[in-house]
């Protein structure tokens, strides 16, 4: 039964069969596949040859290989191989260049033809990877990258070891890829050149790595060739970007016309050749790992000439002031060019290039030079006709030129107050062409024929001072002399004062830069130019000139002597035939400084009821550092600000004023505006009076100085005062009685006026006095009591009469001191006589009549008066002498009675 079961599907299985072997046949497919695969290896490429089966070649169609690549066993690329019908049979091959060294890790490659999946047929072949060893290695070792490429390494560890990590120098540290159980992996982005020699790839540590070389490939450009000695050529070109790629053996290689360049280092190329004309073609080719390049020069030979420097310079037939110098070529087919020289003359600070030509050119005459001058010679030269370029520069040849008379001296002239001093400059050494033994100066006026003066003049000294005639016009003439003679005349006449000194208004002038830029009106009388001179003007200095042609005006005005905030004089004169004339001046600054502190001394003030008046002294030039604007006055606040008050746009002014203040105690400051900003801060501190303080004040000065003036004449007069005695109240001499006087007056005694009103002119006189016995009665009258009273004679005839002339001196009758009963003295009395001569007067000092009514109405008493009575105080008493007793209270001594000695005794 299970027989009869089975028979069905055989036969079903038999005919499926017998229809595939059919379908097969019909489409064409045989067993066909690759055969004998072979692997090789090139660095990182892979190569793979095989060949085709032999049933391949009953296939009339086009075969197509699949290529499969592995890394330990994992697939990383595939490609396919078609081979045409007519390649069918032969060997065909593969590479490919992986991302890995091979040394890495083990590499794969499977061949099978396509749609054949059949295993027999498909091929595979592998290259193992770099055994482990007992110390981690780096791979790939020495190779060469482009900068801007990716590059894979790998680290291999030995069993049992850790990786730790894999870095380059000089780049940030990633993260390693496992690519087996010893194998790690680190792909970089190499974007920096080997700085020296190689990038280090290291792992774990700095003694396990490898080196790689990072650069570029070639890139020479700008080829020229040349020839030197007509014999050879000479390539050049220029080093564009560097390959940073040192080693030799990776290094730029170079070929010229496909021969090689030994000296690569240096950029050029030379081959023996000849010379001819026409035009060739030279082409270089630089090559290195990473590339090629080519360049190409046409040219003819002929017109690039680049000549050799002439050698063997030398000096000959040194003058003065010229020299030949003389030289040889190295190349003597340089005899038949037409060659042109250049010629290069330097003293060590300045030189000066001169040409010379000519056909085989071998010396060359070298001319206006400085007299007894070091110089330093070189020569190059080139080919006059198709110039190409300059040879190199010959050794130098040092040589000196002989001696000669001195250069004409700069002189100009500088005015004092009573000298005129004669100035000129100092000549440099270019100039003396010598040691400088003196100079020599000659003056005369212009109205004589010949020089008439001459003086002798130190060479360290450069001006002289002449004591000229200011009224007359010079000529002054200075010669500088060394061992070779004396050098040409220089000129300057010196005007006369009241022609030469006209007035000039002076303007202000601003500097810059160091100096100062002066313009000014062209003169039709300068016919030599112009001179502008400068010194200071706050003291006394030696002036500075330098000199303008005619063709100009203007100058740049610039001295190693200016100062910076110093005042400068800059005057600008016409250069005529005869004296210089003055045209404009100006005063100015080379810059101008802020004005230091403490400019306003002594800064004083006063007070003008409630304002303050602050002056000071005007500013002297010296301690001007800039042209003064105005002032400005300022006091400081309770912030300790400076407040303004008061201004002025004045410089001459020297007074600022603070108006309204209150009673207090301030602080002002007084600068002064400048351009360069306020300076020259001076400060003082007032306080304010109150107007009551004031008249205080001033009453008490005034107080002192009368007391002062009091005691002055106090003290003088105590010293002086016999003097001013003797000055105010002269001596009067006392009255003298002649015997011929006394005869002539009778034996009584005549009346005298008294007047009681006479005032003491002549208190001080010495006079005689009278005594009398107590109660004893005077003519007729008795004295009672206490009374007191005076007797007053008076001569006869001279009481209220016309005296005689004749009588020189007065008559002085002594007063007489009246005794008072028991013995009390009575106070002195005294009284001036009226002199008839001399009209004087006596006033009494006691006054006992206002008591005696009779005798206050001007009773006369008494003999011998007569005539008109007085009703005045003035008394009148009549001595009579005939009646004169021993007992009389009266008597007239006649020892007391002094008369004066007549001038004609």
């Given at each position: 039964?299970?027989?009869?079961?089975?028979?069905?599907?055989?036969?079903?299985?038999?005919?499926?069969?017998?229809?595939?072997?059919?379908?097969?046949?019909?489409?064409?497919?045989?067993?066909?596949?690759?055969?004998?695969?072979?692997?090789?290896?090139?660095?990182?490429?892979?190569?793979?040859?095989?060949?085709?089966?032999?049933?391949?070649?009953?296939?009339?169609?086009?075969?197509?290989?699949?290529?499969?690549?592995?890394?330990?066993?994992?697939?990383?690329?595939?490609?396919?191989?078609?081979?045409?019908?007519?390649?069918?049979?032969?060997?065909?091959?593969?590479?490919?260049?992986?991302?890995?060294?091979?040394?890495?890790?083990?590499?794969?490659?499977?061949?099978?033809?396509?749609?054949?999946?059949?295993?027999?047929?498909?091929?595979?072949?592998?290259?193992?990877?770099?055994?482990?060893?007992?110390?981690?290695?780096?791979?790939?070792?020495?190779?060469?990258?482009?900068?801007?490429?990716?590059?894979?390494?790998?680290?291999?560890?030995?069993?049992?070891?850790?990786?730790?990590?894999?870095?380059?120098?000089?780049?940030?540290?990633?993260?390693?890829?496992?690519?087996?159980?010893?194998?790690?992996?680190?792909?970089?982005?190499?974007?920096?050149?080997?700085?020296?020699?190689?990038?280090?790839?290291?792992?774990?540590?700095?003694?396990?790595?490898?080196?790689?070389?990072?650069?570029?490939?070639?890139?020479?450009?700008?080829?020229?060739?040349?020839?030197?000695?007509?014999?050879?050529?000479?390539?050049?070109?220029?080093?564009?970007?560097?390959?940073?790629?040192?080693?030799?053996?990776?290094?730029?290689?170079?070929?010229?016309?496909?021969?090689?360049?030994?000296?690569?280092?240096?950029?050029?190329?030379?081959?023996?050749?000849?010379?001819?004309?026409?035009?060739?073609?030279?082409?270089?080719?630089?090559?290195?790992?990473?590339?090629?390049?080519?360049?190409?020069?046409?040219?003819?030979?002929?017109?690039?000439?680049?000549?050799?420097?002439?050698?063997?310079?030398?000096?000959?037939?040194?003058?003065?002031?010229?020299?030949?110098?003389?030289?040889?070529?190295?190349?003597?087919?340089?005899?038949d060019l037409d060659i042109t020289c250049q010629i290069n003359i330097s003293d060590g600070e300045t030189s000066t290039e001169i040409t010379a030509n000519g056909v085989g050119l071998l010396?060359?005459?070298?001319?206006?030079?400085?007299?007894?001058?070091?110089?330093?010679?070189?020569?190059?030269?080139?080919?006059?006709?198709?110039?190409?370029?300059?040879?190199?520069?010959?050794?130098?040849?040092?040589?000196?030129?002989?001696?000669?008379?001195?250069?004409?001296?700069?002189?100009?002239?500088?005015?004092?107050?009573?000298?005129?001093?004669?100035?000129?400059?100092?000549?440099?050494?270019?100039?003396?062409?010598?040691?400088?033994?003196?100079?020599?100066?000659?003056?005369?006026?212009?109205?004589?024929?010949?020089?008439?003066?001459?003086?002798?003049?130190?060479?360290?000294?450069?001006?002289?001072?002449?004591?000229l005639d200011r009224a007359e016009e010079h000529i002054v003439t200075v010669t500088a002399r060394n061992i070779n003679g004396s050098s040409a005349p220089s000129t300057i006449i010196i005007p006369p004062l009241s022609t030469g000194s006209h007035h000039v208004d002076t303007n202000q002038i601003s500097g810059s830069d160091g100096g100062f830029y002066l313009s000014w009106s062209p003169s039709p009388a300068a016919s030599c130019g112009y001179v502008v001179d400068w010194c200071l003007v706050s003291e006394s200095c030696r002036v500075e000139w330098m000199k303008v042609t005619t063709n100009e005006s203007n100058a740049r005005i610039v001295s190693e002597n200016f100062i910076d905030g110093q005042r400068y004089l800059l005057s600008v004169y016409a250069c005529t035939l005869r004296a210089p004339v003055l045209l404009e001046r100006r005063e100015g600054y080379v810059k101008e400084k802020i004005i230091e502190k403490g400019l306003f001394q002594p800064l004083q003030w006063k007070q003008h009821h409630s304002d303050v008046e602050v002056f000071w002294r005007p500013v002297p030039l010296r301690n001007q550092s800039a042209f003064i604007h105005g002032y400005v006055l300022y006091y400081t606040d309770n912030n300790n600000k400076l407040v303004l008050i008061d201004s002025t746009d004045n410089p001459e002014a020297t007074r600022l004023t603070a108006p309204n203040l209150k009673i207090h105690t301030y602080t002002f400051t007084v600068k002064a505006k400048t351009a360069a900003g306020e300076g020259g801060d001076s400060v003082i501190i007032v306080t304010l009076n109150s107007l009551t303080d004031n008249l205080i004040q001033v009453i008490s000065i005034s107080l002192i100085v009368i007391f002062a003036l009091l005691s002055l004449v106090t003290i003088l007069c105590y010293r002086h005062w016999s003097c001013i005695k003797h000055k105010v109240y002269p001596p009067i001499p006392k009255p003298v009685l002649t015997d011929k006087w006394l005869a002539t007056v009778d034996n009584r005694c005549h009346p005298l006026c008294v007047d009681q009103y006479v005032h003491s002119e002549i208190s001080n006189m010495a006079v005689p006095e009278l005594f009398r016995k107590p109660a004893a009665p005077v003519n007729h009258y008795v004295i009672q009591g206490n009374d007191p009273y005076i007797s007053v004679?008076?001569?006869?005839?001279?009481?209220?009469?016309?005296?005689?002339?004749?009588?020189?001196?007065?008559?002085?009758?002594?007063?007489?001191?009246?005794?008072?009963?028991?013995?009390?003295?009575?106070?002195?009395?005294?009284?001036?006589?009226?002199?008839?001569?001399?009209?004087?007067?006596?006033?009494?000092?006691?006054?006992?009549?206002?008591?005696?009514?009779?005798?206050?109405?001007g009773t006369l008493l008494g003999k011998g008066c007569d005539g008109y009575q007085p009703q005045t105080k003035t008394e009148f008493f009549c001595l009579d002498q005939k009646e004169e007793r021993p007992d009389s209270p009266m008597s007239c001594v006649s020892t007391y009675v002094l008369l004066p000695q007549s001038p004609h005794v």
């Open positions: 039964m299970r027989r009869v079961r089975m028979i069905p599907w055989l036969l079903l299985l038999v005919s499926l069969f017998g229809e595939s072997t059919q379908d097969g046949k019909e489409n064409g497919v045989f067993p066909c596949g690759p055969q004998d695969l072979n692997l090789s290896s090139s660095g990182q490429t892979i190569l793979s040859t095989w060949e085709d089966d032999r049933s391949c070649s009953a296939v009339h169609g086009v075969l197509i290989y699949e290529v499969v690549v592995l890394i330990e066993d994992q697939q990383v690329h595939h490609d396919e191989v078609t081979v045409m019908p007519d390649q069918i049979g032969s060997t065909h091959s593969w590479n490919w260049t992986s991302y890995l060294a091979l040394e890495c890790a083990s590499h794969s490659v499977r061949i099978s033809l396509q749609d054949n999946i059949a295993s027999s047929w498909m091929q595979e072949k592998t290259l193992p990877g770099r055994k482990v060893s007992t110390k981690p290695e780096v791979y790939p070792r020495d190779k060469v990258f482009e900068v801007g490429s990716t590059a894979t390494f790998c680290c291999i560890m030995p069993p049992g070891q850790v990786f730790n990590k894999l870095y380059l120098t000089g780049y940030n540290a990633s993260d390693a890829t496992k690519i087996s159980d010893h194998t790690y992996a680190l792909t970089v982005l190499l974007n920096q050149p080997s700085e020296h020699s190689c990038t280090d790839v290291k792992c774990q540590s700095s003694n396990y790595g490898a080196c790689a070389y990072i650069g570029y490939p070639p890139d020479d450009r700008d080829l020229w060739c040349e020839t030197r000695d007509l014999e050879s050529v000479d390539c050049h070109w220029s080093i564009g970007r560097k390959t940073h790629l040192h080693k030799p053996s990776i290094s730029t290689k170079y070929q010229l016309n496909g021969r090689d360049c030994p000296e690569r280092y240096k950029a050029s190329c030379s081959q023996r050749i000849e010379a001819h004309s026409g035009e060739r073609e030279w082409m270089l080719t630089a090559k290195n790992k990473l590339g090629r390049k080519d360049l190409i020069d046409r040219s003819d030979l002929r017109r690039r000439v680049h000549m050799f420097a002439p050698e063997e310079l030398s000096s000959s037939s040194v003058n003065a002031r010229n020299i030949t110098l003389m030289w040889k070529w190295r190349v003597q087919r340089y005899v010396s060359a005459i070298v001319k206006d030079l400085i007299p007894n001058w070091n110089y330093i010679a070189t020569v190059r030269c080139g080919t006059t006709q198709h110039f190409w370029k300059w040879s190199n520069w010959s050794q130098s040849v040092n040589f000196q030129t002989r001696g000669d008379v001195p250069d004409a001296l700069d002189v100009w002239m500088q005015r004092t107050e009573d000298q005129t001093v004669i100035l000129w400059k100092e000549l440099q050494a270019e100039q003396s062409h010598g040691e400088i033994s003196e100079y020599e100066v000659s003056w005369k006026k212009t109205s004589e024929s010949e020089l008439q003066n001459q003086t002798k003049v130190d060479k360290n000294d450069h001006s002289v001072a002449l004591n004679q008076t001569i006869n005839g001279y009481c209220n009469h016309a005296v005689d002339t004749h009588i020189p001196q007065p008559l002085i009758i002594p007063t007489t001191d009246i005794p008072t009963q028991q013995g009390t003295p009575s106070p002195p009395f005294r009284s001036l006589f009226p002199n008839p001569s001399y009209d004087l007067t006596m006033e009494t000092e006691y006054e006992p009549f206002s008591q005696d009514p009779q005798l206050q109405e």
